[in-house]
């Protein structure tokens, strides 16, 4: 599958809208105090609280470089919070938003891949592969699943590849919690011999897009087929809804990259994680 500029532009904005939703959730709920949701053209700058995961940048620049009083104004809002501003850019950005970060004194902190495919398709080739049956998540088991899947995400899966930033587990299970609140977002788990060994998310997006995430697989039953068939199932499903993409992120390396793309994702282009620190005088910018 390639991706031109238009498909960036529509999973960029998805995902900041995914992002919005968890967010609003969570400052709903009275847990997130002093969160901030501010818009950037088409995407969205969210600080939910100190050390959340959901505390970045993101969905924006695509088409040109950001005006540059509303990026004085967020950066503001953020260095009176004593919190570092985290820039999620697409690759594909044009050239002059990446010089705009760079001229603002961002760093290049990380990267992560964004993999797609088209559901249907995919769906159609893993059918007759699946080893497991997958189950949604009943909400009363809710708790339960999040502690198992943040457990199985903190045991690493061997490559060495990982996140940038280190959370704790406290962190990755309310964030974890926070999502599965967001009224579009899905969740599944396999069993094997009746107990739980894997599971994962699933967002739709009004705009066609299937938002696959919170994946992961219990140390003792990996390399049983466990991701493939939480894959397959959520493909079908999003190709039932009429979604024309499907996507995923995964560490550049990881066995998350390895399986997507065994199972037909592409690799559309990768997300540059800039960070710039608020801590530091306010310097002029060209």
Same mark, same amino acid.
């Given at each position: 599958m390639f991706c031109d500029l238009e498909t960036a532009?529509?999973?960029?904005?998805?995902?900041?809208?995914?992002?919005?939703?968890?967010?609003?959730?969570?400052?709903d709920a009275g847990g997130a105090r002093g969160c901030m949701i501010e818009p950037i053209e088409e995407g969205v700058a969210l600080f939910l609280r100190?050390?959340?995961?959901? +505390?970045?940048?993101?969905?924006?620049?695509?088409r040109g470089p950001i005006r540059e009083e509303l990026l004085d104004a967020i950066e503001e809002r953020w260095r009176k919070a004593n919190e570092n501003l985290q820039i999620e850019l697409a690759t594909v950005?044009?050239?002059?938003?990446?010089?705009?970060?760079?001229?603002?004194?961002?760093?290049?902190?990380?990267?992560? +891949?964004?993999?797609?495919?088209?559901?249907?398709?995919?769906?159609?080739?893993?059918?007759?592969?699946?080893?497991?049956?997958?189950?949604?998540?009943?909400?009363?088991?809710?708790?339960?699943?999040?502690e198992q899947v943040a457990d199985a995400f903190l045991a690493g899966d061997g490559t060495g590849a990982g996140s940038a930033d280190a959370f704790s587990r406290d962190e990755i299970v309310n964030?974890?919690?926070e999502t599965l609140s967001v009224p579009s977002m899905r969740s599944y788990a396999v069993r094997v011999d009746g107990a739980w060994a894997g599971g994962g998310c699933m967002r739709i997006d009004p705009a066609g897009v299937a938002q696959l995430c919170g994946s992961s697989t219990a140390p003792s039953l990996r390399r049983r087929g466990v991701q493939s068939a939480l894959l397959a199932a959520r493909l079908a499903e999003a190709a039932s809804c009429g979604c024309s993409v499907a996507v995923l992120?995964?560490?550049?390396?990881?066995?998350?990259?390895?399986?997507?793309q065994k199972q037909g994702f592409a690799l559309l282009y990768s997300r540059a994680l800039l960070v710039k620190d608020l801590s530091l005088p306010r310097t002029p910018h060209a």
């Open positions: 532009s529509r999973i960029e904005e998805a995902e900041a809208r995914m992002m919005a939703e968890i967010a609003r959730v969570a400052c100190h050390g959340s995961p959901l +505390n970045k940048a993101i969905g924006f620049g695509l950005a044009a050239t002059g938003t990446v010089q705009q970060f760079v001229a603002r004194g961002y760093r290049l902190a990380a990267f992560e +891949n964004v993999l797609g495919c088209r559901p249907k398709d995919a769906a159609d080739s893993m059918a007759h592969r699946s080893a497991h049956q997958v189950e949604r998540v009943d909400p009363a088991e809710r708790r339960r699943w999040v964030t974890m919690l992120t995964a560490q550049p390396g990881s066995r998350s990259q390895q399986n997507a």
